[in-house]
């Protein structure tokens, strides 16, 4: 299992930057840096550990689960992360833990708005968020880099120097957040005007692009593409089985006592905005490649001028990262010992993110636990499949910024800046325990597809 350490960086919860700094870097005496790059197989069943899920899953949706996890190596290692979770628990780490996202690879950043409709670019999925060891995040998110340029056809030197630049990013931005204040660290966001400023003029224009195409969705066009008007004239959720189908009686009323849950739940002022509006169907969506089999829906709801406003309902579930991490002294008190994961999601999300949607909010139903955000507010994600190598290089870089940023929120960023170094053997261990994982994640794939 992975390696609790403990030490004078916990004694005292008012240590000075400096002094947390200096026991970070005198931890590298006790775990070397080139240590975290050494992988350590363990013994398991890929395909066991992740049927192990479909327990607790819509039967009928399993074999689409499979289905999407089956289209490329990406896509497994997308939708893998509890096997991941559980080979990472084998893994030598620091012992330090802070909030992770749990799932942080690199198709789980992208862009969404904020209530001051900025368009914002960050990690948004947070299914998996909860106190763990910060190398989880690190690892996964570099080992996505290399798995995707896999995917791409880079070679295998582009894709060493694509990982390193991440960890790279990664490192820089801990070093430098931890000499900022708390409130400016707090504060830090990056939105699409700081990333065109940063970009390679020939990476530029599909950039903007992709913004633009992000401000068109929203839930006016979510219900344009999604809804029909059925015989009375009454609007309503559009059947695409699997993928989109009504909710028969017993669901939607299911889903309508979780609409009530999630009032209660949510913040004063939307909670007085959602009185305006009243709710006029349902429907189970399957979203993603990992979550594909929980249960998910959208709901529709209509002002009194009959304008549109969408909103999703995702099941939440323990994190992965919960199961198989053992927790110590330095382990974050942000979890409730009979916490509602819904709850975990929302306010993991909030810490993590440098602003969230302020729709969220969580409820249950029917014994499942689920939370509630705003359906394609402006959310837009970059097709990896459609960047080359130097715009490739631009977004990982960025996604190692934004992972520094989230980690920076937890107490233990001066610890973490101290021990990593200037130089590049940090990025260097990242890289090697990516390209060696890479490939653990190429054979699960092989054994994975012929267990179907």
Not at 105 to 113: E, P
Not at 224 to 253: I, K, M, N, Y
Not at 356 to 379: E, T
């Amino acid at each position: 299992m992975s390696r609790s350490i403990y030490g004078s960086r916990t004694g005292d919860v008012f240590a000075s930057a400096d002094q947390l700094r200096a026991d970070g870097k005198r931890y590298r005496r006790t775990v070397p840096i080139d240590d975290l790059g050494v992988f350590a197989p363990a013994d398991r069943d890929p395909s066991a550990i992740l049927d192990a899920q479909n327990a607790t899953r819509l039967p009928e949706l399993v074999e689409l689960r499979r289905e999407r996890m089956s289209a490329s190596a990406f896509s497994f290692y997308r939708g893998s992360a509890r096997l991941m979770a559980f080979d990472l628990a084998h893994q030598i780490d620091t012992g330090q833990q802070i909030v992770i996202c749990g799932d942080a690879h690199i198709s789980n950043f992208g862009f969404f708005a904020s209530p001051e409709r900025r368009l914002v670019f960050d990690l948004n999925d947070f299914d998996e968020a909860a106190p763990g060891p910060w190398e989880w995040d690190v690892r996964r998110m570099i080992t996505s880099v290399v798995v995707g340029a896999r995917d791409r056809g880079f070679s295998a030197d582009a894709t060493t120097h694509l990982a390193m630049q991440a960890s790279q990013a990664y490192r820089r931005a801990m070093r430098r957040l931890s000499t900022l204040s708390a409130l400016d660290r707090y504060y830090e966001s990056v939105d699409d005007a700081g990333i065109a400023a940063a970009l390679d003029a020939s990476t530029a224009p599909a950039f903007t692009r992709l913004v633009e195409k992000a401000r068109r969705r929203t839930s006016v066009q979510a219900v344009d593409r999604l809804t029909e008007f059925d015989e009375h004239g009454q609007l309503q959720f559009r059947e695409e089985p699997p993928v989109l189908t009504h909710l028969v009686d017993a669901r939607a009323r299911g889903v309508r006592e979780l609409y009530r849950e999630y009032m209660a739940s949510a913040a004063p002022d939307i909670r007085l905005l959602l009185q305006k509006y009243r709710l006029i169907d349902g429907a189970r969506r399957v979203v993603g490649v990992g979550s594909v089999g929980t249960r998910c829906f959208v709901v529709l709801l209509l002002d009194r001028l009959d304008q549109p406003l969408v909103l999703q309902i995702k099941e939440a579930v323990e994190s992965v990262v919960t199961e198989f991490n053992l927790p110590n002294e330095t382990t974050p008190a942000t979890l409730g010992r009979h916490g509602h994961n819904g709850q975990r999601v929302v306010e993991h999300q909030r810490i993590l993110q440098a602003v969230s949607d302020p729709f969220l909010g969580w409820g249950s139903a029917s014994g499942h636990q689920f939370y509630l955000r705003q359906f394609r507010d402006m959310k837009g994600s970059v097709d990896l499949d459609r960047l080359e190598l130097r715009g490739y290089e631009e977004y990982v870089i960025g996604c190692g910024l934004l992972l520094a940023r989230a980690h920076a929120q937890s107490p233990a960023v001066h610890w973490i800046a101290g021990y990593l170094t200037k130089g590049v053997r940090f990025d260097a261990a990242m890289t090697r325990w990516a390209n060696a994982y890479a490939d653990q994640v190429a054979v699960d794939y092989q054994r994975y597809l012929a267990s179907a």
